[in-house]
């Protein structure tokens, strides 16, 4: 194994390290033995010497280093590549039966940290979110091809992650022929085009396969409960995952809102791919934040509304704009939400962590002067799992409430 260098901790700030958690802060760093470049594998080691990890290193970021591994006696090469995305690939083999759209490798948690890989049908989508994955390209890709058989990957690394790790962004066909315009998925019977050269993400939003499946099955309950089929909005639709997952649970009407022209076509695409009446969908191009007042205005109620907006906080330096956003549309939504409907609210910023989520929801609640009960917190699907010892990577949230 090549190492080409050493970086060595101030005195205290092992301790993180040896609880395990796979990040090294530039704050931590007391010097840096070598000359090691972008992505090289070094030996992480506290102030007296004493090995602790081995690491990518990552000079442009925050986050000095990423450890690869807390075994010294491991050999960080290409077959420990291939164990790796091997061992990540069987993971989330018991996947196969609900849907052809899964996160075969989700970073930290799979023990390769910024190393996305996803499969739509045949075709893979991968993102390279490190300096250290970036590096080792060609070792992932070989391995990726080799545990599942698919020969086209495309490549989606053009995220703003990359930018702070000092890497410019890059997106094309990284192995095989190039993909198709659109490439069609199923999850729980429900049939989607994916878009997984311009889409979001790599393409679609993998995470909330769950939550689209309960939007349904609670779309389900209300009609039987309430004797006719519910009324439902879907802000940030993107293309459509909420809002064909109701519509099949029995959803009389759906809006859909979203600023994206291009996500509504396609979602409208989607709608009509599962065979659905084209009566009972609305589409809007708006902003949602004045779309919700506008509904407001209108006094028009809902029985079951979704609220997935983007990332509001890229960082901890924009906590505080981003809880203003969240608690703008859930008090606006809250004032929408029918007695004894449904708001299923997420958030998919990192920086805000569940509890503040929580929090912020809960003040909406109190200036929209209207009960609630909590029935359930939410999360991505299990193929986004979360690393006991990196809390950081719980990045979605939700919230299942009932207006009582």
């Known amino acids: 194994m090549k190492v080409d260098g050493e970086l060595i901790l101030k005195p205290g700030k092992e301790r993180s390290l040896a609880r395990r958690h796979p990040w090294v802060y530039a704050t931590a760093v007391a010097r840096v033995v070598g000359k090691p470049a972008a992505g090289a594998t070094i030996a992480v080691r506290a102030a007296d010497g004493a090995w602790l990890a081995w ?37 989330r083999a018991m996947l196969g039966v609900a849907t052809n759209a899964v996160r075969l490798v989700f970073g930290e948690a799979d023990g390769l940290p910024g190393f996305i890989a996803d499969r739509y049908a045949d075709q893979l989508v991968v993102q390279f979110q490190a300096a250290g994955v970036n590096a080792q390209r060609d070792a992932l890709l070989d391995a990726l091809g080799a545990a599942t058989g698919c020969a086209n990957v495309y490549d989606r690394s053009d995220s703003a992650t990359r930018q702070r790790e000092g890497l410019p962004p890059s997106s094309g066909i990284a192995r095989g022929a190039a993909p198709p315009e659109l490439v069609e998925v199923h999850e729980h019977g429900v049939r989607y085009l994916v878009d997984v ?56 009407s759906v809006l859909s809102i979203d600023s994206s022209a291009d996500a509504l076509a396609l979602a409208q695409r989607n709608w009509a791919l599962n065979g659905l009446a084209p009566a009972a969908a609305e589409w809007r191009a708006a902003d949602v934040f004045d779309a919700l007042r506008a509904l407001r205005d ?94 950081e990577g719980e990045y979605l949230k939700g919230l299942l409430l009932v207006r009582i």
């Open 55 to 91: 690491a990518a290193y990552s000079p442009e970021s925050s986050i000095r280093a990423r450890c690869w591994s807390f075994a010294e006696a491991e050999a960080i090469d290409a077959g420990w590549f291939a164990a790796r995305v091997r061992a990540a690939v069987a993971r």
């Open 197 to 252: 050269r311009r889409g979001h993400k790599t393409g679609f939003y993998i995470d909330q396969r769950d939550n689209r499946r309960l939007a349904g099955e609670l779309a389900a309950r209300l009609a039987r409960e309430r004797g006719r089929a519910p009324a439902v909005l879907n802000c940030f639709c993107y293309t459509g995952g909420f809002s064909i997952a109701a519509a099949r649970g029995g959803a009389g």
């Open 298 to 391: 209108e006094g028009r109620p809902f029985d079951l509304i979704v609220l997935d907006p983007p990332k509001f906080a890229a960082s901890h330096h924009h906590v505080e704009r981003a809880a203003r956003a969240y608690k703008d549309i859930n008090l606006s939504a809250l004032r929408l939400l029918a007695p004894g409907g449904y708001l299923l609210t997420f958030s998919c910023s990192g920086a805000i962590d569940v509890d503040l989520f929580q929090k912020i929801v809960a003040g909406a609640v109190i200036d929209a002067r209207v009960d609630c009960q909590l029935l359930a917190r939410l999360a991505a699907g299990i193929d986004h799992p979360l690393l006991m010892t990196h809390p």
